[in-house]
Structures are given as C-alpha cells and as structure tokens.
C-alpha cells in the first residue's frame, strides 16, 4: 500500500514516513485516511470527527457529502456534583500519530481549559482490520482528577447518505425490520426523534444494521464479552441528517483513569440483516458463551434434544397437559409445554409469591406425573427480577432493600398490569438476597413440585442499580 505524507498540518506531531501502512495525510486534504482494499475511513485532522466512511468494492461513502460536524466523542461528567458535558471541540490541543500496527492511528485531544483538570486527556484509537471493511475504535480519558464519569459518547457517526429502500435492523427480542427509518428519525417540518437500545436488555445481539436492500449498508456493534452497560442510538437532527453513537456506561465510582473494556466495531457491507447476522455470528459463536454452553457441551437432559414442538400456554393442567398429550398423540413428536400462569399469584402484580401452585399442590404434582408418563415435559414461568410492590412479603420480607435503585436512591416502579396497574420493582441481582430468593423458588418447584424446568422471564434485562450497599459497582460497569 502505498503511502502518501504531505506536509505537517494542525495538530500533527509526527512526519509518519513509509512504516505507516494504510495511513495518508494529502496536502490537498484536511482529512487523514486509513485504508485497506476495502474500506477508506477519513477522519477531520482539525478535530478528528468522522468525515469518510467509504466501501471500496461498492463503491460508496457511507457520510453525505456537506456533513454538519459531530465531533468523535462526547462526555457526560459530574464536576462537584453538576452535570457537565465535554466534547472535542472544546480541546485546545488535538494531535495525531501513528498508531501500534500498520493500519491504526492514535489521536488524542487535550488542554480544555481552566474549569477542566490540567492534565485531562481523551485518547483515541482506530484501526482497521486487515483484508475486512471492518473498522474497530477504542477510547481512554485520562486524570480525570475528581471528575465522575457518568456516559461515554463513542464512536459518533455523522449524517448517514440517505439511499432508496433503506432499513433499520435491530435485535430487539426476537428482531424488528424497519423500513423507511430515516422518515421515523427524521420527521416531518424539521421535527427530529432518538431511538436508543440498551444492552443488557430488549436488545439480543450487541450489533444493528442500517443498510439499502441488497446494497450498501453500515454495520455497528462491539467484541464486548463480559455484558458492560451500553446503548446504541440513532437519532435525526433539523438538518435532516441520520447519527450514530454508542453510548458506555462505565461503573460510577471516582477513578482517575478510564478505558473502555472492550473495541467498538463500525464495518461496511453489502446485503441485508441477514448478512449483518452472520458477521455477528462469526464472532458470536467463538466466544465462551457458545463454545462452553451446556448444550454444546452435552450438559442437558437428554429429552431437550429430542424435542418435536413447544407449546405455548396458561392456566390450570386440565387445559394445558392434557391437550398436549392429545398434541403428541397426533403429531407422533415429543411435545413440549412452556407454562405461564400455572402460579397461585396474580399475572404481573404477584410475584415472586408464586408457590402454591394455583390449583393447589396435590393437584398440579398428579397432572405432570401424568404427563410425564406419556413423556409430555413443562417448564414453567418465573420472572427473573420482579417483586410486586403491593405484595405482602414485599414488606415482610424487607424487599425494598435489595431492589434497583436509581441514582437519587429511589425505587423506579414499573407497571405491566394494564388492568391493576399495580406496580412491581426490578430486584438486584447483584444481591445475595434475590440470589437467594429466586433459587428457593427454583429449588422448590424443581425438586419437590417435579417440573421440567423454569423459563427466567426479563433474564437479558439487567438493570442498572445506584445502591452502595448492593457490592457491585453503582450504576455502569
């Protein structure tokens, strides 16, 4: 690859000569390019904003042309308390420089005045990965000197070319197409709208896809595989322009010093969700989560396997084994139940007080002996994180002290009963209580009612919880 350097711009600390592959710097240029075979990635050598994301095989710029800025990163600190927001261009000193492998750059920004600690810095590197349109981006701020922390705005990706036939794919739950999103997000008479996903929560994946039908598309995500607090976001502005971010939560303790645990990933493709899916797959499949997973590795009971259908249904035994033994009979199949409302508590207000069963305990152990004679299995429903805040053992059994707490020490009550209106509070699972609680539950209603298995409703969403006394980190992390 061969190397173009001009002559030292703004900022720039160092000729970078021939070892830096992949990297240009054109006199003719304000911008600094990054650049395999198959993506060309501009960042502004004035700030460092974003200002060419370029598929080579397609070929296209994913930015528009006559972009409005938007800086790399963004900050939210406290400072004594108030809340504070920190951006690049607010950086008196930017530079750049070679980075640690032939096709990176290390950028760095500081000096933001006298309200800020005199050695804050943001550094920043980019790297592309080798024979991929994959770009992956990582960030550090540095003496933070008494300044918390509170969300990291990075990478920031300015004003997506608008294409026909576009779409939005994001793994929320089981997955949700959009087509026309730049209409949602942009609006109507320069009216503008956001739409984040969090991770850990509705989001399945840690990636989403905006792209033209079987044409060029942008690819987000990150290799984070320890489940950090994190969002992704698009949102419009009044120019009419479509963003990107990923927002990190990092964990809400005074540190001196921030790193992102894990590289954001910005790639370039050509398809749709599909191929999206497959190059998380790619990655997904290789991580401890799938390779050391109990199917893989042979630790589940041998009737999972063997399955032929699931049934999905609620209510007394009468109206679900016994029609899914009628099911089996006709299908030929081993048939499966997956059990809601099978408990003695009222939907969405009552738990966890789900033991007894709600046609009482003789009853519901004789109706799944039966059916495990005709080898019918059931799992049954069990929210993994809510208490009914109206519940009497909400009280008796002190519960208010191991739930999510917001930042200001509160409750955030949560209502799904549209009928009651009843609110339920998200439990701690940083706590050894709930801990506690939901495997007595489990231990009960596997050893000594004979289900088949418990579903673990709400597993993905792990909240954030503000609350010191929990002994985990407050907030993100």
Same mark, same amino acid.
């Given at each position: 690859?061969?190397?173009?350097?001009?002559?030292?711009?703004?900022?720039?600390?160092?000729?970078?000569?021939?070892?830096?592959?992949?990297?240009?710097?054109?006199?003719?240029?304000?911008?600094?390019?990054?650049?395999?075979?198959?993506?060309?990635?501009?960042?502004?050598?004035?700030?460092?904003?974003?200002?060419?994301?370029?598929?080579?095989?397609?070929?296209?710029?994913?930015?528009?042309?006559?972009?409005?800025?938007?800086?790399?990163?963004?900050?939210?600190?406290?400072?004594?308390?108030?809340?504070?927001?920190?951006?690049?261009?607010?950086?008196?000193?930017?530079?750049?420089?070679?980075?640690?492998?032939?096709?990176?750059?290390?950028?760095?920004?500081?000096?933001?005045?006298?309200?800020?600690?005199?050695?804050?810095?943001?550094?920043?590197?980019?790297?592309?990965?080798?024979?991929?349109?994959?770009?992956?981006?990582?960030?550090?701020?540095?003496?933070?000197?008494?300044?918390?922390?509170?969300?990291?705005?990075?990478?920031?990706?300015?004003?997506?070319?608008?294409?026909?036939?576009?779409?939005?794919?994001?793994?929320?739950?089981?997955?949700?197409?959009?087509?026309?999103?730049?209409?949602?997000?942009?609006?109507?008479?320069?009216?503008?709208?956001?739409?984040?996903?969090?991770?850990?929560?509705?989001?399945?994946?840690?990636?989403?896809?905006?792209?033209?039908?079987?044409?060029?598309?942008?690819?987000?995500?990150?290799?984070?595989?320890?489940?950090?607090?994190?969002?992704?976001?698009?949102?419009?502005?009044?120019?009419?322009?479509?963003?990107?971010?990923?927002?990190?939560?990092?964990?809400?303790?005074?540190?001196?010093?921030?790193?992102?645990?894990?590289?954001?990933?910005?790639?370039?493709?050509?398809?749709?969700?599909?191929?999206?899916?497959?190059?998380?797959? @790619? *990655?997904? /499949?290789?991580? #401890?989560?799938?390779?050391?997973?109990?199917? $893989?590795? &042979?630790?589940? !009971?041998?009737? %999972?396997?063997?399955?032929?259908?699931?049934?999905?249904?609620?209510?007394?035994?009468?109206?679900?084994?016994?029609?899914?033994?009628?099911?089996?009979?006709?299908?030929?199949?081993?048939?499966?139940?997956?059990?809601?409302?099978?408990?003695?508590?009222?939907?969405?207000?009552?738990?966890?007080?789900?033991?007894?069963?709600?046609?009482?305990?003789?009853?519901?152990?004789?109706?799944?002996?039966?059916?495990?004679?005709?080898?019918?299995?059931?799992?049954?429903?069990?929210?993994?994180?809510?208490?009914?805040?109206?519940?009497? @053992? *909400?009280? /008796?059994?002190? #519960?208010?002290?191991?739930?999510?707490?917001? $930042?200001? &020490?509160?409750? !955030?009550?949560? %209502?799904?009963?549209?009928?009651?209106?009843?609110?339920?509070?998200?439990?701690?699972?940083?706590?050894?209580?709930?801990?506690?609680?939901?495997?007595?539950?489990?231990?009960?209603?596997?050893?000594?009612?004979?289900?088949?298995?418990?579903?673990?409703?709400?597993?993905?969403?792990?909240?954030?919880?503000?609350?010191?006394?929990?002994?985990?980190?407050?907030?993100?992390?």
């Amino acid at each position: 690859m061969h190397t173009r350097v001009g002559p030292p711009m703004h900022g720039v600390m160092a000729i970078f000569g021939p070892l830096l592959l992949g990297l240009a710097v054109m006199a003719e240029s304000p911008v600094a390019s990054l650049e395999n075979g198959h993506l060309q990635v501009g960042l502004s050598q004035s700030d460092g904003g974003l200002a060419q994301f370029a598929d080579r095989k397609a070929p296209w710029n994913h930015i528009a042309d006559h972009a409005n800025p938007l800086g790399l990163w963004k900050l939210d600190v406290l400072r004594e308390g108030k809340a504070v927001e920190l951006t690049s261009a607010q950086a008196k000193r930017f530079q750049f420089e070679p980075g640690r492998t032939p096709q990176s750059l290390r950028l760095s920004w500081s000096d933001f005045g006298g309200e800020f600690p005199l050695q804050l810095k943001v550094v920043v590197e980019a790297q592309l990965e080798p024979g991929l349109a994959m770009s992956r981006w990582h960030i550090a701020v540095e003496n933070l000197r008494g300044l918390l922390l509170e969300k990291v705005h990075f990478p920031r990706f300015p004003a997506i070319r608008e294409q026909a036939d576009e779409y939005l794919a994001v793994p929320v739950w089981m997955g949700q197409l959009v087509p026309n999103p730049r209409a949602l997000l942009v609006g109507v008479a320069g009216t503008a709208k956001l739409m984040e996903w969090d991770y850990p929560g509705h989001t399945s994946l840690q990636c989403l896809a905006f792209y033209r039908k079987n044409g060029p598309g942008l690819y987000f995500s990150c290799d984070d595989t320890a489940s950090y607090r994190k969002s992704f976001v698009m949102w419009g502005d009044a120019a009419g322009q479509v963003n990107y971010e990923m927002i990190h939560l990092p964990e809400n303790s005074p540190a001196d010093t921030y790193r992102l645990p894990y590289q954001a990933i910005i790639g370039a493709f050509q398809g749709d969700w599909f191929t999206a899916a497959e190059r998380y797959r @790619s *990655w997904a /499949t290789n991580q #401890a989560w799938a390779r050391e997973s109990r199917l $893989a590795t &042979g630790h589940i !009971p041998d009737w %999972v396997p063997a399955t032929g259908m699931w049934v999905w249904n609620r209510g007394r035994a009468a109206g679900v084994l016994d029609p899914a033994i009628a099911l089996q009979e006709e299908l030929g199949l081993p048939v499966r139940v997956f059990w809601h409302w099978w408990h003695g508590c009222a939907y969405d207000t009552g738990f966890p007080e789900y033991l007894p069963p709600r046609e009482g305990v003789e009853s519901f152990t004789n109706a799944l002996a039966r059916a495990h004679q005709k080898d019918v299995r059931a799992i049954v429903y069990m929210n993994q994180r809510l208490w009914g805040m109206t519940t009497k @053992s *909400w009280k /008796t059994e002190g #519960a208010e002290r191991y739930a999510v707490k917001a $930042a200001d &020490g509160s409750v !955030p009550p949560e %209502v799904y009963n549209t009928f009651t209106k009843l609110p339920c509070a998200s439990m701690c699972i940083g706590t050894q209580f709930w801990r506690n609680k939901y495997a007595d539950l489990a231990e009960e209603a596997y050893l000594k009612l004979g289900v088949d298995g418990i579903y673990m409703d709400q597993a993905c969403s792990s909240m954030a919880c503000f609350d010191p006394n929990h002994g985990h980190p407050r907030g993100g992390g």
